[in-house]
């Protein structure tokens, strides 16, 4: 048995009642600082990748850190700064 509310739902199950708070979502994050993250870090990506076609070994090592930097900004340091 359930009852719905306007702060959320009780819930009684046997002798134990449960007040359940209805789901909420985030307002998400600014559109303008999605996109230029977005654009400063396919560029890096991007950059990394032409460095590393040069062909010496510095220009490897550099486009490899380049590129990982942006691997890692992208998938651990954006999603903590959105958050």
């Known amino acids: 048995m359930s009852t719905e509310q306007a702060t959320g739902a009780i819930v009684a199950k046997g002798d134990h009642v449960e007040t359940v708070e209805p789901a909420t ?3 998400g994050n ?3 600082l999605s996109i230029v993250l ?3 870090l396919f560029v890096l990506f991007a ?6 076609s040069l062909f010496t070994p510095v220009t490897f ?3 490899l850190a380049m590129v990982l930097l942006s691997l890692y900004l992208t998938f651990d340091t ?5 958050v």
Not at 47 to 52: C, S
């Open 25 to 27: 979502t985030s307002e």
């Open 30 to 32: 600014s559109t303008v």
């Open 38 to 40: 977005f654009a400063l």
């Open 47 to 52: 950059g990394g990748l032409y460095v590393l």
């Open 61 to 63: 090592i550099v486009g």
């Open 78 to 82: 954006v999603p903590r700064f959105l």
